[in-house]
């Protein structure tokens, strides 16, 4: 119902003709209309937060103090635990004296390489002297896991015949503890000195050593094995790298093993992959189970010629080819190695190849460039994997002209096995044979049935803790940075959960490195880190531009909120022209009453 | 870390001068440092063709081209990634079906043997190439469409189509601009995704394209200076389109005199062209890239190099001899593998999705139980029919109180 406003017939009817509607009224004028539009404006204006808020870009929060933080340390440190014990000296030198001038030898060969896992901050040596009439100790702080006196004896030591793995079982049974790194040297047999590396934690030095001052001689030898065995592996240089760390974002390597035919009208040749995989490989994999998740896949492939070539040579009464062809050898045009339906996205996957030559360049020797021939036939290339020459027995008096087929004998098959196995030593920045020599003598290293010996399992599991720290800082600092550059670019959840467990799976694994155990957290920081940078919804294209933003809400709300603001600033200024007009009015009607 | 000279108008503006001197060498020596430690592993090519339809032969003729070269040299097939529209050789436009040629005396069929295209078709988006270039894929992607270098790798980047200033035409559709690509370079380098990064661009005003890079290793090479068109090398009258583009055709010239053993160097290559010949001006932009081109052979680039080490000796073990005696039984040795099958089979599960279950709050969980209730309710459409039908009667009563 509208309303109608009364008549006001008296105030016409008295007031005088001359009022000009234009410049006077005689009613206060109304303000129904303006609180109305001032009101709906007001609200607009109210709930203009709300939509700022509610079209903010979502951006989960992340740590990136914190991130800075760990990638300006991103280090690990090991606790390192020695014992030397001297048996069988009679002339009894002090322990003290002997520990003093271990670690001062130690100190000298660890000062010039400061790479992670070395033994800087927390080292321990305990040193015993036992022989029949006495046995002297220096102090270690906890005495529990070292050497008891009178455990081991001369007579243990069978000098006569070189029974080395007798010799580590028995030591293995007296010594062995986790974590704790020993040395025995004994004094007594035949000539010279002879020094071996066991298949556990500990090694022996077996020599006559009579004189004084040959005694310097066992202290380097003593340190040597401690620094260069024991923390570094056996290898030169530091490696956190990732030149020789074979395992991929995710903790996979998948080791693909393939059988090449290169002329299958020659002879075809197979093998019985299963039984290998399960004497052989088997071990292997459990046991390297806490640094990499393995898997195992093999093909047997026809019609692979290689791509390089070789001449006849009369002397060797074979084909060569020489260390130049190897960058040649695989010929990738040919050899489809990389069918693997195992392997995820991330995975590494490591080729094995056993390349089985076809008649015209059969049999087919590598040559060395000091003018030998090669004993294994193979190469590895790091990060790729390892290739085997192996040739058919009897091929250079084989007169076969239909394609014939033979299965790889079983010794044949060990026999490229355990070049395999000093492949991939190789890959892991090992070396594939038994003798190191060092600076103070040639250590002889004890093979082991699990393709790593205990030691050196410590040594690649302190390095790939290394490695995946470090890498997994590295990750981190790129996303926080790469997140800082883009403002307006949408960071979900996911993102933010994963680095914040990343970063506790880090301070975990710096933690328990620190408390010498060791395990797999630095391996999960790194995927998880990897998964943070890697995930797919970090897209720089598809961030949310200001442009974007204003296309979509303006059409909604500019033409809506023009209207409004018109009308209120029109009603705004008419009630300020009525309101004029009346008190101009009631002015005009003062004055003249 | 790229140190920006900045202009102070404070006192101790030498000291300031002379301290981000200092850091400016510091930084490029620390590089420096670290670039030569990395070795170089592998070469990996990523070939983008970046237009579709008949009339743009010339440009998948120049990919196709450019892929035949890399492969003959040695780079294989799982490392490269070919981005191809691949609408030309089965186009009911084509006078010789299945055949891509790039030269009018048809002497080389491009599409013969053994082509494989990663991006076919629709695929050939910028946020693919982008995906490519940084690595962020969907879990599901396969290893053949993934750029799996590591940060020994040398990539070969081409990219061939229409551009303009700052730009690069994606099948008539979007835009790849100058910027995008300088940001995915600048995280890969971050990632260590490369070692080396060759860019070269075929395109109109090619040189615009690499303007805005500026991460370190990256060499780039453009067929065409800004404001400059490139142009087709000649027109195949029996197909009845340009076969290739001038830029292209003076690379494949200089390429079909090598072989794998070659050691022609890249500056020999950059100095082949001619401007003349080429109608425009070949532009290289070599700031960012430290090594000298005249010591740079192509084959750090185009061909295959393997890092050989020869293996000294085989792992010989005691456990060698024991083999012949004894023989594991079959069954242990069948659960064994079982057993080791079964535990690879559960590791494929995200990891994440175990960890994020753990750490909900109350609140979380009971709306997941509360979900997973309403997915178990089977006639769930019927329950949905009955809320709607009830409405009615509830609206009419609440009008009827309304009056």
Known sequence: MSEISPEVPDNRQDAPSHVDPNSTRITKPGVKRLVLTLSVLFSLVLGFPFLWKSVEI???????????????????????????????????????????????????????????????????????????????????????????????????????????????????????????????????????????????RHAWIVGSVEEEEEE????????????????????????????????????????????????????????????????????????LGPIANISVESQVLYHTPKSSFSYWDEKWKSYIFSTKD????????????????????????????????????????????????SKTNGFISPMWGGVVVWNPPGCLNSETNHPSRHTMSREDLQAVFEVFMGQFRQLFGLKSNNLYIGASGTYHLLPSGKGFTEWELDVLSRQFACFNLHSCATTLGSLSRLVQSLPRMIIMDEIGKLVQFSLEAAKLAQSNASLGDNESSAGQARSLAEDAFFHPSIMSISYYSFEHCFAIYSPFFLPVSMHVLLAALREWKRYKQEKAKYTAWKAKVKVES | MMVRYKMHNSFGFKSLAAMLLLLILSSSTSYRASAETTMHTNNWAVLVCTSRFWFNYRHMANTLSLYRTVKRLGIPDERIILMLADDMACNARNKYPAQVFNNENHKLNLYGDNVEVDYRGYEVTVENFLRVLTGRHEAAVPRSKRLLSDEGS????????????????????????????????????????????????????AATLFSQLHSLGVLAIGSSMKGENSYSHHLD????????????????????????????????????????????????????????????????????????????????????????????????????????????????????????????CPFTRRWNAFQDKLEKIERIDSLVNYGLIIMFPLLLISTWLSR
């Not at chain 1, 080791?255 to 071990?283: C, G, H, I, K, M």
């Not at chain 2, 995008?180 to 395109?203: G, P, S, Y």
């Not at chain 2, 020869?310 to 594991?328: L, P, V």
């Open chain 2, 154 to 205: 040398h990539i070969l980047l081409y990219m061939t189509g229409h551009g303009g200033d700052e730009f690069l035409k994606f099948q008539d559709s979007e835009e790849l601009q100058s910027h995008d690509l300088a940001d995915a370079v600048k995280q890969m380098k971050e990632k260590h995704r490369f070692k080396e990064l060759l860019i070269m661009v075929d395109t109109c005003q």
């Open chain 1, 326 to 373: 190897l960058p040649f050898f695989v010929n990738s045009n040919e050899w489809h190695l990389d069918t693997s339906i195992a392997a995820g996205g991330r995975s590494k996957i490591l080729q094995f190849v056993v390349y089985v030559p076809s008649a015209k360049e059969c049999p087919l020797s590598l040559l060395l460039p000091t003018g030998e021939i």
């Open chain 1, 216 to 287: 310097s001689v066992l202290v380097s030898r003593v340190a040597e094995i401690f620094v260069k065995m024991f923390v570094n592996g056996g290898t030169e240089n530091g490696l956190i790298h990732g030149e020789f760390m074979p395992v991929g974002a995710d903790r996979r390597i998948v080791l693909s093993f393939n059988l090449l035919n290169a002329e299958p009208n020659d002879w075809v040749y197979d093998w019985d992959f299963q039984r290998v995989d399960e004497t052989l490989l088997a071990p292997i994999i459990k046991v």
């Open chain 2, 237 to 360: 009258s029996d197909v009845g389109v340009s076969v290739v583009d001038r830029f292209t055709f003076y690379t494949l010239a200089f390429f079909e005199k090598l072989n794998m053993y070659d050691n022609a160097s890249l500056s020999s290559l950059f100095t082949s062209y001619n401007p003349t010949l080429l109608m425009s001006t070949a532009y290289y932009r070599t700031d960012l890239y430290q090594r000298k081109l005249e010591e740079v052979p192509v084959t750090n680039f185009f061909g295959s190099v393997m890092e050989t080490i020869h293996t000294d000796s085989a792992y010989r073990t005691t456990f060698s001899r024991k083999t012949s005696e004894t023989i594991m039984p079959l069954q242990q040795s069948v659960e064994h593998d079982e057993s080791r099958q079964l535990i690879n089979s559960n590791v494929q599960d995200q990891t994440s999705d175990t960890k994020i279950e753990d750490k909900q």
């Open chain 1, 58 to 200: 979502y951006r989960s929060s992340l740590p990136f103090g914190e991130i800075s933080e760990m990638e300006s340390n991103p280090s690990l440190s090991f606790p390192c635990r020695f014992q030397a014990v001297f048996i069988n000296f009679n002339s009894n030198p002090s322990p003290n004296h002997l520990q003093l001038s271990i670690l001062d030898k130690i100190t000298e060969l660890t000062s010039n390489s400061s790479q992670c896992g070395a033994c800087a901050n927390d080292l321990a040596l305990s040193v015993t002297v036992d022989s029949i009439s006495s046995c002297t100790q220096t102090h270690p702080t906890d005495n529990s896991n070292y050497y008891r006196c009178g455990a081991i004896s001369a007579v243990d030591f069978d000098f006569s015949n070189d029974d080395d793995d007798g010799v580590d079982e028995l030591l293995e049974s007296v010594l062995g503890v986790k974590n704790v790194y020993s040395v025995v040297v004994v004094n007594g047999g035949g000539e010279g000195i002879r020094a071996v590396v066991g298949k556990y």
